[in-house]
């Protein structure tokens, strides 16, 4: 059961700048951004820093979230791999993100040793339906570009109903520890000005 020492649910801007260790306990970095596949609802992957000096020059590194396991109290991700294995890893320039698809964040997950979400869905859809839902599923993956936006881009944006009127405004993104899905989302409404507005927990 969850409480407070043990959270099921942490806001993503919790989890931004959290710092990232190997089971030797070496420093690799933090977690520089939650990039959210708007299509799924849950981390397509977090933007890890490694390198530099005193943040001067670093590279950002596509990790998959099954890949890391929060140390609550020491504010801390355990990543389970060698630190050579990053130093080899094909990382990006912080002002240069790559046009991610899930082609690119495929090779990212295997680089890793870990299976893609959408294709592990696949399979679940296989068992659950058969063989026509996996491919109607694997369809509809590839006939539309999957989404990824970052947590920070996604807080702020407003919300509104189907007929355009505004009901208030995205506050954060609660993810899921277990399975990196997103939880809910906060969303502010009433108050004027933000003032006196309440959050509502919205899938």
Do not use: C
């Given at each position: 059961?969850?409480?407070?020492?043990?959270?099921?649910?942490?806001?993503?801007?919790?989890?931004?700048?959290?710092?990232?260790?190997?089971?030797?306990?070496?420093?690799?970095?933090?977690?520089?951004?939650?990039?959210?596949?708007?299509?799924?609802?849950?981390?397509?992957?977090?933007?890890?820093?490694?390198?530099?000096?005193?943040?001067?020059?670093?590279?950002?590194?596509?990790?998959?979230?099954?890949?890391?396991?929060?140390?609550?109290?020491?504010?801390?991700?355990?990543?389970?791999?060698?630190?050579?294995?990053?130093?080899?890893?094909?990382?990006?320039?912080?002002?240069?993100?790559?046009?991610?698809?899930?082609?690119?964040?495929?090779?990212?997950?295997?680089?890793?040793?870990?299976?893609?979400?959408?294709?592990?869905?696949?399979?679940?859809?296989?068992?659950?339906?058969?063989?026509?839902?996996?491919?109607?599923?694997?369809?509809?993956?590839?006939?539309?570009?999957?989404?990824?936006?970052?947590?920070?881009?996604?807080k702020g944006n407003k919300v509104v109903n189907r007929d355009g009127n505004d009901i208030g405004k995205i506050d954060e993104?609660?993810?899921?520890?277990?399975?990196?899905?997103?939880?809910?989302?906060?969303?502010?409404?009433?108050?004027?000005?933000?003032?006196?507005?309440?959050?509502?927990?919205?899938?």
């Amino acid at each position: 059961m969850a409480h407070r020492d043990n959270p099921e649910f942490l806001s993503a801007s919790t989890i931004k700048g959290d710092k990232v260790v190997n089971t030797a306990g070496e420093d690799l970095g933090k977690i520089e951004e939650l990039m959210i596949d708007v299509d799924d609802g849950r981390i397509a992957y977090a933007a890890l820093s490694f390198g530099g000096f005193l943040g001067m020059g670093n590279k950002l590194f596509a990790i998959p979230w099954q890949a890391l396991k929060l140390r609550l109290h020491e504010h801390t991700f355990l990543l389970d791999i060698p630190k050579e294995t990053l130093e080899r890893a094909e990382g990006f320039d912080k002002d240069n993100w790559p046009a991610a698809d899930r082609e690119w964040l495929s090779d990212t997950y295997t680089y890793y040793g870990y299976q893609p979400y959408w294709q592990r869905r696949a399979e679940e859809q296989t068992e659950i339906r058969g063989e026509v839902g996996a491919e109607r599923l694997s369809r509809e993956s590839a006939s539309e570009n999957p989404i990824f936006l970052s947590a920070d881009s996604i807080k702020g944006n407003k919300v509104v109903n189907r007929d355009g009127n505004d009901i208030g405004k995205i506050d954060e993104i609660m993810i899921d520890l277990q399975d990196g899905n997103v939880a809910y989302a906060a969303v502010s409404h009433g108050g004027i000005l933000g003032i006196g507005s309440k959050l509502f927990a919205i899938p």
